[in-house]
Nanobody, 125 residues
């Protein structure tokens, strides 16, 4: 069974940092695309970043470029999202997602087959 478990969210002050983790199981991790999305209350789900597990290629939404960094540890089947300089507008539920068929530098919800359960990030001012 394919499973993604995302974790690491919490309450942080403006300017602070958090590192989210997405641990995968139930599939071979060496050639997939993993992405991070977020959804704020009352808003559409927004793609933030994605990474290829085969060669580490990355892609970022302009809204987080320079503040967020996505990395992968294939030995642990885990993808991380390091979030720095957090702002109140970063408050949302964060989800990881997997495309098991291929990797493209795309952040469309419909391109990803499997999703984590979400982890809440709250940035207080």
């Amino acid at each position: 069974e394919v499973q993604l478990v995302d974790s690491g969210g919490g309450l942080v002050q403006v300017g602070g940092s958090l590192r989210l983790s997405c641990t995968a199981s139930g599939f071979t991790f060496d050639d997939v695309g993993i992405a991070w999305f977020r959804q704020a209350l009352g808003k559409d789900r927004e793609g933030l970043s994605c990474i290829s597990s085969s060669d580490g290629s990355t892609y970022y939404n302009d809204s987080v470029k320079g503040r967020f960094t996505i990395t992968t540890d294939n030995a642990k089947s885990t993808v991380y999202l390091q979030m720095n300089s957090l702002k109140p507008e970063d408050t949302a539920v964060y989800f990881c997602a997997a495309d098991l068929t291929s990797w493209y530098p795309l952040l469309n919800v419909g391109d990803y087959n499997y999703w984590g359960q979400g982890t809440q990030v709250t940035v207080s001012s």
